[in-house]
């Protein structure tokens, strides 16, 4: 399957997807430029991804999202 990436960079960030081909892809993109995402996960079964959203310096909280889909 693929590999998802958290990036740190200039905003507006995402998570990336990198096939087994080796092409990069857009997966989702943060809502707020001050924040970030860290620490994308799958459950065991390989069902749901876990992903966490840094909140934006005291201005909104820090957000986790569980995403279903066909992996």
Known sequence: GDLFICED???PPFIRGLTMSG????????NTA??????VCFDPQGKTMFVN???DTGKEAAV????????
């Open 9 to 11: 960079s200039a905003p």
């Open 23 to 30: 092409e990069i892809y857009p997966f989702a993109r943060a």
């Open 34 to 39: 001050n924040s970030e995402f860290a620490g």
């Open 53 to 55: 959203q840094q909140g």
């Open 64 to 71: 986790m999202y569980a995403i279903w889909g066909p992996w």
